[in-house]
C-alpha cells in the first residue's frame, strides 16, 4: 500500500498517512495539536486522480476543501517526511443524523502537551489504580522512542480502543429511629467523629475558638497518638460530583417528615461491594440496620434497590410515626404483596390503598410501593400525595432541592427536633453525644442534609447546611470549616487518656485523629442562596478506614474516665537542629494507598520536621495531594522513605527544597523549582 504525505497546515509538519479511508476525517497533530481535516495537498490530489483513473478504486472521495495558498506544499521526499501515526478528533463511525452533511475544518482550542506545562486538573481526580499520571489526567501515552525526525511515535487507536479509552476517562471523571433515626444519626456522625463525645467534656470553650497548637503526644498508658501535623493546607477546588440524579422528592407520604434517610440497600448490600465492606466496618449496627430494613420493608435489603424513610415527630415523648417509600430491583407482584398486608382496602380510591392496625399500605405502580402510619386518615394523606409532595418543614423542603436521589446514602433532619425528640429517637447512652455534637453544629444551622457516595476509586461526602436569617452563608461556611479543622486537635485530647484492650484496637484509635485531619484537609466550601456546604473527596479506603476507627474509638470512649490527667511522657533526646539531620531519622513506612499529603504528614510527625506540600507546583506536572502511595519499606530514614516516593513511576518530577533558615522542607515539583531558582536537595548516594 502507497503511504500518502499530509502535511499540518499549522506547523507544515509532514506526517504519514497509510490509511486513505481516514481522508476527509478530523484529526489532531501530535506534534503541535492542532486538529485539521485530513486531505492532500493539491498536488498529490492530482496524483492520485491520474493514478485512480488507471485502476479505479472504491475509496471514498473527500470533500474538496479550499487551501489557502501557503497551505499548498509540493510532495514531499520520504526524506522529508516524518512517519508519525495520527490521533483523531472525531469518531471513525459518523454520528448518523436526518440530513448528514459535510463541514468544513474550523479553529477550536489546542489541547496541551503533556510536558512540560500539563492543563491544570481538578484537586480530586480519580486516580487510575497503575498509579499513571497520564492515565489519571486522561493524556495519551507516548512511546518515546524516536521516529526517524527524533519525534516521539505516537500509537494510533482503531476507533474501538479509541471509545473504550473516552468511556474509561468519564467514568473517572464521573469518576453521599428509636431505632430507625439512629441508623442515620450514627452514619452522619461516623464521619464528623462519632468518638467526639470523649473529647468535648475536656473543652469548656466554645467551638469556635482559634485552632489549638498540636499537641505532641504524651501518653503513660494511653493509645499512642496519631500524627495530626499535616503538609500546609491550601485553597482547593470543590469535588464534583459523582451523580447527577434528580432531588429526592416527599411523594406518596403523609405530612411532617423531620427526619429524612434516602439510601439504595442493593448497592451497599451487594455480596463482595464496597459497601458490604463498610457495613462490615460498622459491626453491629451494620447488622442491626440490615434487619430493620427487612423488618420495614418486608424484603431483604439486596433486593431494594431504593428506599426512602421519613420520621413524622409529634408532640415530645410520643413515639416517632414513619413511612416508608420502596423501591424494589425487580418488579413487584401485586398479589403476593397484598396478602402480607394487614389491613382492608378503603373504596375511595382507584389504585390500591389498605388502612390497618399496624400499617397503611399503598402500591403505586409495579415498581414502587408504600407503607406508612396506620390509621385511614394516614393512609388518605398517602394516597392525596401521588401527584404532589406532602407538606414538612420549610428548611427540609429547600434543603431536598440540593440533594440527589442516586447517591448511597442521605440524611436530612432538622437539629432542634432532633434534640427536642432525643428521647424517644437514640438510646439514652448516646444523649451526650448527640446534644454535643448539636451544640458543635451551632444556632445559625436550621437543617443538616449529608449525603455519600462510595465509588472504586474514591469516597465522596457533600455536607449541606440551610443557613438561619441571622447568618451568610460563607460565614456559617467559613466557621464550620474551622470547627472541622479543629475537630482531630479535639480528638487527640481524647484518644491520649484512652487504653485500648488489643494492639489492633490500639492502632485503629492511634491513627483516628490523623484520619480527620486527612477527612478535614479535604473538605472545600461552597455556597449557595440560603445554604452552605462542605465538599470533600478522599480515596475509596477512606470509607471503610473512617468507619472502623469511629466505632471502636465510640466503644472505647464508653470505658473511659476523661477526668484523669495524663502524666506527661519524659522528655525524649534533643532533636537536631538541622532539617536534613531531622530527616535521617527512622520511620516506619508501610503505605496501603495513602494520599500523597498524608504520607509527607506521617513522616514529618515521625522525624518533627515541618514538611510542605505545595500543591500549585504539583498541578504544574500533573500530580495531585490525593495520589494513592502503596509501598512497604520497613524502618528506613524520613530521606529514604521521601526518595522512594519520588521514585515511583509517574512521581520523578517532584524534588525536596529544603530551607534550614525557616526549618522547612517543601515537596515541590522541578520545573517549578528550576523556575523560581529554588535548590533542589541532592539525596545523597546510596551505597
Not at 137 to 151: L, N, V
Not at 323 to 350: M, T
Not at 554 to 564: A, G, I, K, M, Y
Not at 584 to 603: C, G, N, S, W
Request: proline residues 10%; contains cysteine; charged residues 25%.
Amino acid at each position: 500500500m502507497t503511504s500518502i504525505a499530509v502535511p499540518c497546515p499549522q506547523c507544515k509538519k509532514k506526517l504519514k498517512l497509510r490509511d486513505k479511508s481516514l481522508l476527509g476525517k478530523k484529526a489532531r497533530c501530535p506534534n503541535c495539536k492542532h486538529a485539521f481535516v485530513l486531505q492532500l495537498p493539491e498536488t498529490a490530489a492530482v496524483q492520485s486522480s491520474s493514478s485512480s483513473s488507471a485502476a479505479p478504486s472504491t475509496e471514498p472521495t473527500p470533500p474538496p476543501v479550499q487551501q489557502r495558498p501557503e497551505e499548498i506544499a509540493p510532495p514531499p521526499s520520504s526524506a522529508e517526511i516524518e512517519e508519525v501515526k495520527i490521533d483523531l478528533a472525531q469518531p471513525k463511525a459518523p454520528v448518523v443524523g436526518t440530513s448528514a452533511k459535510w463541514v468544513p475544518d474550523e479553529p477550536i482550542e489546542p489541547v496541551a502537551p503533556v510536558a512540560p506545562t500539563p492543563q491544570p486538573q481538578n484537586q480530586f481526580p480519580q486516580i487510575d489504580t497503575s498509579g499513571s499520571t497520564a492515565a489519571s489526567t486522561g493524556t495519551p501515552q507516548i512511546d518515546t522512542g524516536a521516529g526517524s525526525g527524533g519525534f516521539p511515535n505516537i500509537a494510533v487507536e482503531s476507533s474501538e480502543n479509541a471509545g473504550v479509552a473516552r468511556m474509561r476517562e468519564l467514568r473517572r471523571k464521573n469518576a453521599k429511629r428509636r431505632n430507625i433515626t439512629i441508623v442515620s444519626v450514627i452514619g452522619l456522625l461516623l464521619v464528623v467523629g462519632v468518638g467526639g463525645y470523649f473529647a468535648w467534656p475536656q473543652v469548656e470553650q466554645s467551638m469556635t475558638a482559634k485552632p489549638a497548637v498540636p499537641v505532641q503526644p504524651q501518653t503513660n498508658n494511653a493509645t499512642p497518638a496519631a500524627p495530626v501535623t499535616p503538609a500546609v493546607s491550601q485553597k482547593q477546588e470543590v469535588a464534583a460530583s459523582p451523580t447527577s440524579g434528580e432531588p429526592i422528592r416527599l411523594l406518596y407520604v403523609p405530612a411532617g417528615t423531620r427526619v429524612l434517610i434516602h439510601m439504595h440497600p442493593a448497592a451497599l448490600w451487594e455480596p463482595g461491594s464496597q459497601g458490604e465492606e463498610f457495613r462490615a466496618c460498622l459491626g453491629p449496627l451494620g447488622i442491626w440496620a440490615g434487619q430493620k430494613i427487612k423488618d420495614i420493608c418486608m424484603l431483604e435489603p439486596e433486593q431494594i434497590k431504593e428506599l426512602t424513610i421519613c420520621l413524622i415527630l409529634g408532640s415530645p415523648g410520643a413515639p416517632p410515626e414513619y413511612a416508608a417509600v420502596i423501591r424494589p430491583v425487580e418488579p413487584i407482584k401485586r398479589s403476593a404483596l397484598i396478602a402480607q398486608f394487614d389491613g382492608q382496602r378503603l373504596d375511595d380510591y382507584s389504585f390500591p390503598v389498605y388502612s390497618g392496625g399496624k400499617n397503611s399500605y399503598m402500591i403505586v405502580d409495579e415498581n414502587t410501593y408504600v407503607i406508612g402510619p396506620p390509621g385511614a386518615d394516614r393512609a388518605a394523606e398517602m394516597a392525596d400525595a401521588r401527584e404532589f409532595e406532602s407538606s414538612t418543614s420549610p428548611g427540609i423542603e429547600s434543603i431536598l432541592k440540593q440533594s440527589d436521589r442516586d447517591r448511597h446514602l442521605t440524611l436530612v433532619f432538622d437539629p432542634d427536633e432532633v434534640r427536642r425528640q432525643q428521647d424517644v429517637l437514640v438510646p439514652e447512652k448516646a444523649h451526650p453525644f448527640l446534644n454535643e455534637f448539636l451544640d458543635w453544629v451551632g444556632d445559625d444551622v436550621e437543617t443538616i442534609s449529608w449525603s455519600m457516595h462510595l465509588n472504586p476509586d474514591d469516597f465522596y461526602s457533600e455536607f449541606t447546611f440551610r443557613n438561619t436569617t441571622m447568618i451568610r452563608p460563607p460565614e456559617l461556611a467559613n466557621n464550620l470549616k474551622n470547627k472541622l479543622d479543629q475537630l482531630p486537635h479535639d480528638m487527640l485530647e481524647g484518644v491520649r487518656k484512652m487504653n485500648p484492650g488489643t494492639v489492633g484496637s490500639r492502632k485503629v484509635i492511634g491513627r483516628y485523629p490523623a484520619m480527620l485531619k486527612a477527612f478535614s484537609m479535604a473538605n472545600n466550601e461552597k455556597t449557595g442562596e440560603r445554604y452552605a456546604q462542605l465538599v470533600s473527596s478522599l480515596p475509596e479506603r477512606a470509607a471503610p478506614n473512617l468507619a472502623l476507627a469511629s466505632l471502636l474509638t465510640w466503644d472505647e470512649s464508653t470505658r473511659t474516665n476523661f477526668d484523669v490527667e495524663v502524666k506527661p511522657r519524659p522528655t525524649g533526646p534533643k532533636l537536631p537542629d538541622k532539617v536534613v539531620d531531622r530527616l535521617k531519622m527512622k520511620v516506619d513506612v508501610d503505605f496501603r494507598r495513602t494520599p500523597l499529603q498524608e504520607a509527607f504528614a506521617y513522616i514529618g510527625e515521625e522525624t518533627k520536621t515541618n514538611i510542605e506540600l505545595d500543591g500549585e507546583a504539583l498541578k504544574l506536572v500533573g500530580y495531585t495531594k490525593n495520589m494513592p502511595q502503596t509501598m512497604n519499606l520497613g524502618m528506613v530514614s524520613g530521606l529514604d522513605a521521601i526518595q522512594a516516593i519520588f521514585n515511583v513511576k509517574d512521581q520523578d518530577q517532584l524534588c525536596l527544597v529544603i530551607d534550614e533558615g525557616k526549618k522547612t522542607a517543601t515537596i515541590t515539583s522541578k520545573p517549578y523549582a528550576k523556575n523560581n531558582n529554588l535548590t533542589i536537595f541532592a539525596f545523597p548516594p546510596k551505597p
